[in-house]
Nanobody, 120 residues
C-alpha cells in the first residue's frame, strides 16, 4: 500500500497564496514513472481535477480555472508533490486531495485531504 498525506491547507484572504504538499510513503513505487495529481471538492459539489504532473515532472496539466495561478511540481527524491496556489479566490475554497497512480479505472491511491478556505 501507498499512503499519501496532504499538508499546507488553511485559511487565507483572497489574493493570497498557499503551498500544499503531498508526501508519499509505504510501498515504494517508482516516483519517476508515476503520475500524480491534485483534485478538489467544494461543499455539495463533485470532486474535480485541478492539476497533474508526470513522473519525470516534465509535463504538467491544469484545469482551466487554475491555469496561470497554480503550479504543480514534485521532488522525487523526497517522494513529495507540491501545489503552489497564488492569487487565490473564494471559489478555490475546497478540500484538496492528492492522488497517485492513474489507471483505466481511476486513480489508485488518494490522500485524506486538506482544507483550503479563501475569505473574501
Amino acid at each position: 500500500q501507498v499512503q499519501l498525506v496532504e499538508s499546507g491547507g488553511g485559511l487565507v484572504q483572497a489574493g493570497g497564496s498557499l503551498r500544499l504538499s503531498c508526501a508519499a510513503s509505504g510501498r515504494t513505487f517508482s516516483s519517476d514513472i508515476t503520475s500524480m495529481g491534485w483534485f478538489r471538492q467544494a461543499p455539495g459539489k463533485e470532486r474535480k481535477f485541478v492539476a497533474r504532473i508526470t513522473g519525470s515532472g516534465r509535463s504538467t496539466y491544469y484545469a482551466d480555472s487554475v491555469k496561470g495561478r497554480f503550479t504543480v511540481s514534485r521532488d522525487n527524491a523526497k517522494n513529495t508533490m507540491y501545489l503552489q496556489m497564488n492569487t487565490l479566490k473564494p471559489e478555490d475554497t475546497a478540500v484538496y486531495y492528492c492522488a497517485a497512480v492513474p489507471t483505466s479505472l481511476g486513480w489508485q491511491y488518494w490522500g485524506q485531504g486538506t482544507q483550503v478556505t479563501v475569505s473574501s
